[in-house]
Structures are given as C-alpha cells and as structure tokens.
C-alpha cells in the first residue's frame, strides 16, 4: 500500500506539472516569437557588465557589446570588482576608448560582490538614458541583442526584459546537467506565468534590459543589495512597477565553461540554499519531496508490482516527456530524459552541499568571496 501510495502521488504531481502549470515544460518563450516591430525612436541605452576575475572571457564579452548593431546611443561601462588577474587592463587593452573602465570600491557592508558593482555601474550611468543594459562578464551576445530587447520593452512599456543566455553544453558534465539546470529553473519560474504577470516575478542575470526610472522607483539595487539570487529579487521588484518579460535566447550564449562535475556542483550549490531561505525545514521538505518525484518512478517501475509498477512507470515516462523540448533546444538527444531521476539525484546533493557550506560560513561563495551570511 505504501509503494501504491508513494507512486501515486508521483504520478499526480506529473500529471499536474504538465497540465497545470503554466506550460513551463514546452519552452516556449523564445525572444524570436511575436517580435514585435522597431520603435519609432531609440532611446538611449547604458549596458553595465560587473566582472570579478574574468580575464580569461572579457575581450570576448566586451567585443560583443560594442558591436551591436544599435541604431541609438549606446554606452558600455565596465565596473572592475577587484579583479586580481588583470581584468581591467584586459578590457582597455581590448577595446580602447569605446568601454568606460571603472574601478570598483571595495565591497560595502550588507551587499553581495555583483550588486555592489552593479550599483556603482547604474550611478556611472547617469540619468539621461532610457534603459539599462546588465549583462554577465561571460555572455557574448549576437549584434541584434539590443534591438531585439529594445524592441519588446517598448512595444510592452516593460520595466525589464531578460534572456537566460544559452549557457555552454560541450563537456560531459555539461551536456548531462546543464539542460536540467533551465528546466528546474523554469519550473520554479514559469516563463509564462511570468510574463503574464500572474506569478512571482523573475529574472536571468545574464541578459537583463533594465527601464532606469522603473529601477529607481523600485528603490535601486540597494533594494536588493543583499540578495544572492539577485536576478529573481530584481525581477520582483521590477514587477512591482509594470510588466515583465523572460524568455529563452540563441542571441546570448555563455561562455563559461564547467569541464566537469566539480565546477557544475560548485555554480548549484552557490545559490541553492538561498532558494530555500536558508532554512532547514524547507531543505528537508525539498529532499523528501524530490525523493517521492523524481526517485520513486524509476525504482518503483523497476522493482515495484502490480498497480504501484504501472504508475510508477507512467509516471517516469511523463517526466522523460517533460524533459524533452528542453532538451531539443539544447540539442541533445531524446535519451537523456529516461536519465531525469539521476539528474534530480545529483541536484539535491548539490542542495545538501549549499546547506553544508552556509553552516560552515562557506555559503554563496564566488571568486573567493563567502555571500550567503550577508544575503540572510
């Protein structure tokens, strides 16, 4: 009866999932779907790229931006976090005059390292531009990025449109979990439900067109400035003053690498357990729940009986479906999917690893900094 029982609510929740909510599985918010037609002026735009330790993707990411094929004003600020490895001079190195090199201040009490270079990028900025461009050191983006975005905002009159940048999917490590990674986060944050402003609202960090005055409405990033998963918080907030818009991109691709499983738990577990508030009893609720949906399909189809088989299986099968159009677009074959459970698996370690890290003080860490203290 327990196994019939366990089963069954597997296969409920599956059910639910992909009848009722929000279509998140069918990755379906594209920025090439009803793009909308050019504006008919283009306001000015400051893109502001925060980067710690990037030497290695900087040329890359900046060449990217001071190509755009923008018919307005665009101006590039680059804020140096206190890079060690020569970041800054990288940057002017590789693209001259045409990007504002600024020195970070050393980090403020209360912020995260990204928010306090974001926030001294924004005052850089001024008052005089529409929109604000915040992009990741390690996104290159195609020379139509900006129209694209530039176009949507103002068709919608959005406080803020984002693209989760198509990251990397080469190494082993990569191709198995990467795709879950999106899909996880579209579960979370169904892009529909978000974009017709009937849920939370969200953000992906990597690309995110910004209307200044919304911002400052909002309160600025100070209003966020101990967040860890900054991109949701700022997408909150920006939903307070207006529409949003989030959306899957082949425009912005990462290009950082996660050549094996090390690096790929090391980017999960920096963020999971702020997810979870930090608390305990969410971790343990979290664990349990992902063991009842992700874990009892496969083990029960495999060496259940009897009517407890049947929907485990039914149940595994929905859930490889599931998986599917997120695994086209990456491009990966339909196989994957049966592997979910195993994916979910390494997952949850990596949660149980964030935890681990925030009780030894180690929580959020990134380029040699411990975050998730101050995001409490």
């Not at 040329?59 to 101006?75: K, N, T």
């Not at 490895?85 to 940057?91: M, P």
């Not at 082993?172 to 979370?188: D, G, K």
């Not at 690893?353 to 411990?370: V, Y």
Request: hydrophobic residues 50%; charged residues 15%; glycine residues 10%.
């Amino acid at each position: 009866m327990i196994a019939l029982a366990v089963a069954g609510v597997s296969l409920v929740v599956w059910v639910a999932l992909i009848v009722a909510h929000h279509g998140f599985w069918l990755a379906r918010e594209r920025d090439t779907v009803d793009l909308p037609a050019a504006p008919g002026d283009w306001p000015e735009v400051v893109a502001v790229v925060p980067a710690r330790n990037e030497g290695d993707v900087i040329a890359r990411s900046l060449g990217s931006l001071v190509a755009q094929d923008y018919p307005g004003r665009l101006r590039v600020i680059l804020v140096d976090d206190g890079s060690d490895d020569g970041t800054g001079e990288i940057a002017r190195r590789a693209v001259g005059g045409q990007v504002d090199v600024v020195q970070g201040l050393p980090l403020a009490p209360g912020w995260t390292g990204k928010l306090w270079a974001v926030a001294q990028g924004v005052e850089q900025a001024g008052t005089t531009c529409r929109y604000l461009w915040l992009t990741d050191a390690d996104i290159v983006h195609a020379p139509d990025t900006l129209r694209a975005l530039v176009a949507r905002a103002e068709a919608g009159k959005l406080t803020l449109v984002s693209l989760m940048a198509k990251l990397r999917c080469d190494s082993l490590a990569e191709r198995l979990l990467i795709p879950a990674f999106v899909f996880f986060f579209q579960m979370l944050y169904p892009f529909g439900q978000v974009n017709r402003g009937k849920g939370p609202g969200a953000a992906a960090g990597g690309c995110m067109l910004v209307r200044r005055d919304a911002l400052a409405a909002a309160g600025g990033i100070a209003a966020i400035r101990g967040a860890l998963i900054d991109d949701c918080a700022l997408g909150a907030k920006l939903r307070e003053q207006g529409p949003v818009w989030l959306g899957l991109t082949e425009r912005s691709l990462s290009i950082r690498p996660y050549p094996d499983f090390a690096s790929v738990a090391a980017m999960i577990s920096r963020s999971a357990y702020a997810q979870l508030r930090y608390s305990p009893w969410l971790l343990a609720g979290t664990l349990a729940g992902m063991a009842v949906v992700y874990g009892a399909p496969p083990v029960l189809a495999l060496g259940g009986t009897g009517s407890a088989r049947i929907a485990a299986a039914v149940a595994w099968v929905l859930m490889a479906v599931s998986f599917q159009p997120m695994l086209a677009f990456y491009r990966r074959s339909p196989l994957w999917g049966v592997f979910l459970p195993v994916i979910a698996a390494f997952y949850a370690g990596c949660t149980l690893l964030s935890a681990w890290q925030f009780a030894r003080g180690r929580g959020g860490a990134w380029k040699g900094r411990a975050q998730a203290a101050v995001a409490q």
